[in-house]
């Protein structure tokens, strides 16, 4: 069975650096697509990076400059590095990850989350 863990949230001052891991367990595939979420109370889930295969990542521009993703895919891990944040980065953050084992058959997975709180 897939399983989606998110590790490397913390309280941080403004400014600071946090990495983020996401690791995937119960698939020698390579997932397809993996990406990573945040949402803070009262708002929508927001996409904050995203990656397909080996295709350049996609990170809005809400994060753009500060952000990067970057995958292990030997190991099924996901990276977000983050820096510089700001109090507006506060959110618990997901990991989400596409597999796709044949036609018609695609699968998504979701971590619990990992909180992260930037503190002015």
């Known amino acids: 069975q897939v399983q989606l863990v998110e590790s490397g949230g913390d309280l941080v001052q403004a400014g600071g650096s946090l990495r983020l891991s996401c690791v995937a367990t119960g698939s020698t595939l390579s997932f397809d697509r993996m990406s990573w979420y945040r949402q803070a109370p009262g708002n929508q889930r927001e996409l904050v990076a995203d990656?397909?295969?080996?295709?350049?990542?996609g990170i809005p521009d809400s994060v753009k400059g500060r952000f990067t993703v970057s995958r292990d895919n030997d190991k099924n891990t996901m990276y977000l590095h983050m820096n510089n944040l700001k109090p507006e980065d506060t959110g618990r953050y997901y990991c989400s990850a596409v597999l796709r084992l044949g036609i018609g058959d695609i699968r998504n997975y979701w971590g619990q989350g990992t909180q992260v709180t930037v503190s002015s």
């Open positions: 990656t397909w295969g080996t295709s350049s990542p």
